[in-house]
């Protein structure tokens, strides 16, 4: 199915239901405007906490809160008609205990309006799963490399080479297991993503992974070129945005310091046209 043939934003189950058939595609988004942007062309939209390093300038993720992910959920829903709406539940909001997560993936649901939560963990997280989508909350699953544990992870490293596959297999029955609709593979070697992809009966929705898994999503402001602070080998810049706005401000700052604008046609004329009287 194409996305301008959609009339409704698919389901958690919809998205469940593309494992191994045509690729799922998302991005993610933080704002309206670049919401509208992609509704037409995505089948779900992530409001990632990635939004700390892109549009927040923090370091990491970490510093993200719930209420920070709930302004940006409801801004991205506002310009959603197609597309399904993921928020991430960030860091310290889920971990704590089922109760904790259920209680905040509830507001997160009441307040944006997502159809689902993200959250990152494997085996570890396959409780708190089940008791979210035992109680009502559809849960997208996130293993390999999970940015909320970077400290323990030691580094934005590769996630499973060698003998560490096995583990990451485990991790991906597991949260499938529990009722993920949908898993995200981060930065893993290709061959392990399409094992995983094989194995398990949810969609492997792929970044730095593989292009056989089931759907692919990567950070929007990364392939537009607007976040140039680095550049992970897994994204592909699809323009250059970033260099064009910086081209376009300097040509601003240099006509308004020659006083080349505003021109004639910007301004205002002290009466009124005859005609528009
Ligand atoms: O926060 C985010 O943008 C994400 C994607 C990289 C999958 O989790």
Redesign the pocket.
Known sequence: MSANARKTAPLPDDIRARKGGVPIVSL?AYTTPMAQLMDAQCDFV?V????GM?LHGLES?LGVTLDMMILHGRAVKRGLNHAMMVV?MPFGSYEESREQAFRNAARIMAETGAGAV?L?GGVGMAGTIAFLVGRGIPVMA?IGLT?QSINTLGGYKVQGRGAAGDALLGDARAVADAGAFAV?L?KVPAVLADRVTQDIAIPT?G?GASAGCDGQ???VDDMLGLFTAFKPKFVKRYATLGAQAEAAIAAYASEVRARAFPAPEHIFADTQPEALK
């Open positions: 993610t992530l990632g906490d990635s939004v892109v993720t991430d993200k990152e996130h940015p995200v981060e929705i970044i999503i990567l950070v």
